[in-house]
Structure formats: structure tokens, C-alpha cells
T-cell receptor, first 111, second 113 residues
């Protein structure tokens, strides 16, 4: 059974600071996703990572994938209040269309 | 594009009643997924369809839950009879073969009293 773990579960940080969210998964995967969910809202796709060493960046967010370590990171640079949300990683298994979601990391950026 | 459409957005019902949730996927997408989100269990995949055919329903919690996709532009998730523990947000998502990125609808917040 594929398991996906994120840490931390909760993260409170000040504006302007940097931090990293980690996503570990238990079995071989050929793609990894990062989603954002605002309170009471739906999930919005942020990044899709498809190969070892893949790096994607959008604004203050940068995601990377190490398939050998079964680890993805979401790095936040110079956080701003608007980044406050819950971030989920999701892993897809080779040859399938199911995604297994992590527990989510609730990020709060203090003004 | 209108994105994935779900209805109703909120549903409050009493235990024992039948509940039907509806989803219209993005036009042209051939995969449709139903998820349930709760604080305790997080985001769980219930069932998914490919070209209107159910592929994997291993996440459906019990026989009270059923899902159908009569055509490419419509799917339903039915709970009968509903129980308080079914209270959750139910999301529908769709994707295109080869893309794999799933696009989520706004969700239906279900409360069973």
C-alpha cells in the first residue's frame, strides 16, 4: 500500500522567512503533485513533477523531486501572508491514475 | 472553461435519508474521481471512472455508497441511507488521459444530522 507522509503538519511562520515542507512516499512512483487548498475551498494544482531531479518554481514556491530518496520538497522563499493555506502532496503510481494524498501541511504566515 | 461543476454546494439532511451528489467534469476529460475529505481521515479516494466505466471502487466505504456515470458529462454519488459519520466534504475531480493532473470541483459540504 502506498503511503504518503508530510511534515510538518502545521507550520506558523513570519513574513519574510524561508521554510521547507517535506513529502515522503513509500513505493516507486512516476509522478508527484503539489496542491494548495484555501480554507473552505477546493484544491488547486500547483506543480507536477515527473522525473528524478525535477524542479519547478512559481513565484515564492519551488518544488523538487528525488525519486531515489522518495522525497519531494516544497520550499517557500520570503513568505507572505497570501501563502497561508494547506498544501498537499499527492503521489501517482506507475501505470495507474489514482493519486494518494498526504495529510497536508497547514501553513500560516503571520503578518 | 467552466471547470468541474458540483451540486449542491451544501446539503443538510437527517440520518436515514437518501443523498445524491452530482458532478459535471471538464468537457473532454475521460477520468472522473470522487473524493471525501474529513479532518480525521484527510482526503480519501472513493471511486474513479475511465470513459464512464468504474475502474476502482475499493475506497467506497460500504454498500450504502454507490456511484454512477451514465455519460461523459455527468456522475452521481449516492448515499442511502445516510449516517452522521458520512458528514464530510465530497469532491469530484476530472483529468485527461496522458495529463494525469486532476482538476477539482468546488466540493459539496454534506452534514447528516
Amino acid at each position: 500500500e502506498l503511503k504518503v507522509e508530510q511534515n510538518p503538519l502545521f507550520l506558523s511562520m513570519q513574513e519574510g522567512k524561508n521554510y521547507t515542507i517535506y513529502c515522503n512516499y513509500s513505493t516507486t512512483s512516476d509522478r508527484l503533485y503539489w496542491y494548495r487548498q484555501d480554507p473552505g475551498k477546493s484544491l488547486e494544482s500547483l506543480f507536477v513533477l515527473l522525473s528524478n531531479g525535477a524542479v519547478k518554481q512559481e513565484g515564492r514556491l519551488m518544488a523538487s523531486l528525488d525519486t531515489k530518496a522518495r522525497l519531494s520538497t516544497l520550499h517557500i522563499t520570503a513568505a507572505v501572508h497570501d501563502l497561508s493555506a494547506t498544501y498537499f502532496c499527492a503521489v501517482g503510481r506507475r501505470g495507474g491514475n489514482k493519486l494518494t494524498f498526504g495529510t497536508g501541511t497547514q501553513l500560516k504566515v503571520e503578518l | 472553461d467552466a471547470g468541474v461543476i458540483q451540486s449542491p454546494r451544501h446539503e443538510v439532511t437527517e440520518m436515514g435519508q437518501e443523498v445524491t451528489l452530482r458532478c459535471k467534469p471538464i468537457s473532454g476529460h475521460d477520468y472522473l474521481f470522487w473524493y471525501r475529505q474529513t479532518m480525521m481521515r484527510g482526503l480519501e479516494l472513493l471511486i474513479y471512472f475511465n470513459n464512464n466505466v468504474p475502474i476502482d471502487d475499493s475506497g467506497m466505504p460500504e454498500d450504502r455508497f454507490s456511484a454512477k456515470m451514465p455519460n461523459a458529462s455527468f456522475s452521481t454519488l449516492k448515499i442511502q441511507p445516510s449516517e452522521p459519520r458520512d458528514s464530510a466534504v465530497y469532491f469530484c475531480a476530472s483529468s485527461l488521459a496522458g495529463s494525469h493532473t486532476q482538476y477539482f470541483g468546488p466540493g459539496t459540504r454534506l452534514t447528516v444530522l
